[in-house]
């Protein structure tokens, strides 16, 4: 009988997903590996909802943004079912044995990395490969589908500019990226946005009004301020990391959820922040502000040119750790390379921007405020 590979998508859907899909399965192919794709995450391995893909399957795909495979943020220890939440580790093995799959292959970000390893820890094989528009997934230099929401987050920029400048208007850009700044300090530097904020670097609006302030004297007649979704005000980044630590160190399950708990709350209050953003520095600086919220359109549409490279690279080289029988592994971007980590290495950890990285330098140096 043909060895069989199983391969979910989870978590938010990136484009070139389909890219990696592809690239997998024709290497595999080449060796008589089927691969059996699971609908919706975890989803389709907890409930058996699956296809075998084929060449059929991975015509046309390279260029499709979204994932032909669905996905969900649903995790195998708390999977929805009817109104409950439910336990499904063990309906996953189950399945995973039924099928009689060789290994389970999961492409995904910081969640699904987390997932992995749990099934990894009752026994399965799983290998994965790196995917998150925000680039935050630790191990990895890069992700499927980072390249292309930095184009159209830059894009956004471009177009912004004109506007802005026939209206003398403050305009502020709310950009993905989870608790990470990756996304809005690559395309705010690629865009040349006068001020960027990260949830890296706190922020004090008095700074970014001044900052705003002396380009209007300068003559500037408007100003461009990508926000990430995560930037935080220097008060409440106190509070977080506060919040953070006492998660760590809580010693029982029960204190851990309610630090969690508090945590939720806090970005709870926190949404709606570019608009408070944008009326404060109306305020402070007396001109006219504006707010674009680019949302889920930086996750839509085709990969990149880019992230098409790099899905395929990915999936050759997870096709090759298969062969090897070497599972267990993330396939990690690493400059050029794409070398097999451990997904225990990685699960768990979040990749935030280092405060010494270039492109923070890069930004400051080309007179780019950082809210600080
Ligand atoms: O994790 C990717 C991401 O796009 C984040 O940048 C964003 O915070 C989140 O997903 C949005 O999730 P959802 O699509 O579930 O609203």
Same mark, same amino acid.
């Given at each position: 009988? =043909?060895?069989?590979? *199983? +391969? @979910? !998508?989870? #978590? $938010?859907?990136?484009? %070139?997903?389909?890219?990696?899909?592809?690239?997998?399965?024709?290497?595999?192919?080449?060796?008589?590996?089927?691969?059996?794709?699971?609908?919706?995450?975890?989803?389709?391995?907890?409930?058996?909802?699956?296809?075998?893909?084929?060449? =059929?399957?991975?015509? *046309? +795909? @390279? !260029?499709? #943004? $979204?994932?032909?495979? %669905?996905?969900?943020?649903?995790?195998?220890?708390?999977?929805?079912?009817?109104?409950?939440?439910?336990?499904?580790?063990?309906?996953?093995?189950?399945?995973?044995?039924?099928?009689?799959?060789?290994?389970?292959?999961?492409?995904?970000?910081?969640?699904?990395?987390?997932?992995?390893?749990?099934?990894?820890?009752?026994?399965?094989?799983?290998?994965?490969?790196?995917?998150?528009?925000?680039?935050?997934?630790?191990?990895?230099?890069?992700?499927?589908?980072?390249?292309?929401?930095?184009?159209?987050?830059?894009?956004?920029?471009?177009?912004?500019?004109?506007?802005?400048?026939?209206?003398?208007?403050?305009?502020?850009?709310?950009?993905?990226?989870?608790?990470?700044?990756?996304?809005?300090?690559?395309?705010?530097?690629?865009?040349?946005?006068?001020?960027?904020?990260?949830?890296?670097?706190?922020?004090?609006?008095?700074?970014?009004?001044?900052?705003?302030?002396?380009?209007?004297?300068?003559?500037?007649?408007?100003?461009?301020?990508?926000?990430?979704?995560?930037?935080?005000?220097?008060?409440?980044?106190?509070?977080?990391?506060?919040?953070?630590?006492?998660?760590?160190?809580?010693?029982?399950?029960?204190?851990?959820?309610?630090?969690?708990?508090?945590?939720?709350?806090?970005?709870?209050?926190?949404?709606?922040?570019?608009?408070?953003?944008?009326?404060?520095?109306?305020?402070?600086?007396?001109?006219?502000?504006?707010?674009?919220?680019?949302?889920?359109?930086?996750?839509?549409?085709?990969?990149?040119?880019?992230?098409?490279?790099?899905?395929?690279?990915?999936?050759?080289?997870?096709?090759?750790?298969?062969?090897?029988?070497?599972?267990?592994?993330?396939?990690?971007?690493?400059?050029?390379?794409?070398?097999?980590?451990?997904?225990?290495?990685?699960?768990?950890?979040?990749?935030?921007?280092?405060?010494?990285?270039?492109?923070?330098?890069?930004?400051?140096?080309?007179?780019?405020?950082?809210?600080?």
């Amino acid at each position: 009988m =043909n060895k069989c590979i *199983g +391969i @979910l !998508t989870a #978590g $938010g859907d990136s484009p %070139g997903i389909n890219a990696a899909i592809r690239s997998v399965g024709r290497a595999l192919e080449r060796e008589n590996i089927h691969l059996l794709g699971f609908r919706d995450g975890f989803e389709g391995i907890a409930f058996d909802k699956c296809e075998y893909l084929n060449q =059929n399957t991975y015509s *046309g +795909i @390279l !260029t499709k #943004g $979204g994932t032909i495979l %669905g996905t969900s943020r649903n995790k195998p220890h708390k999977m929805p079912v009817g109104k409950k939440i439910i336990d499904m580790t063990d309906a996953i093995v189950d399945t995973y044995k039924r099928r009689q799959l060789e290994g389970l292959i999961c492409i995904g970000g910081g969640g699904t990395h987390k997932s992995a390893l749990r099934l990894l820890e009752q026994g399965l094989n799983v290998i994965t490969m790196p995917k998150t528009i925000d680039n935050d997934l630790a191990g990895t230099d890069n992700s499927i589908g980072y390249d292309t929401a930095i184009q159209i987050a830059t894009n956004a920029i471009d177009s912004l500019h004109s506007t802005a400048s026939s209206h003398k208007r403050i305009i502020i850009l709310e950009v993905m990226g989870h608790r990470a700044g990756w996304l809005t300090l690559a395309s705010g530097v690629a865009g040349g946005a006068d001020v960027i904020m990260i949830p890296e670097i706190p922020y004090d609006l008095e700074k970014v009004a001044e900052a705003i302030t002396r380009r209007s004297r300068q003559g500037k007649r408007f100003s461009i301020v990508p926000v990430a979704e995560g930037a935080m005000p220097v008060a409440m980044a106190k509070r977080y990391h506060e919040l953070l630590q006492k998660k760590d160190q809580a010693s029982s399950r029960g204190d851990r959820d309610k630090v969690k708990a508090e945590l939720d709350q806090l970005w709870q209050e926190h949404t709606g922040h570019s608009m408070r953003i944008a009326r404060e520095l109306e305020t402070l600086t007396g001109l006219e502000s504006r707010v674009t919220i680019l949302g889920h359109l930086q996750r839509g549409g085709f990969p990149s040119a880019a992230d098409r490279l790099l899905a395929t690279r990915l999936g050759v080289v997870c096709a090759e750790n298969i062969f090897k029988g070497n599972y267990g592994k993330m396939m990690s971007v690493q400059g050029e390379n794409i070398v097999p980590v451990a997904i225990d290495s990685v699960a768990g950890r979040v990749k935030y921007v280092p405060l010494d990285d270039l492109l923070v330098k890069a930004a400051r140096d080309t007179d780019t405020c950082l809210g600080d």
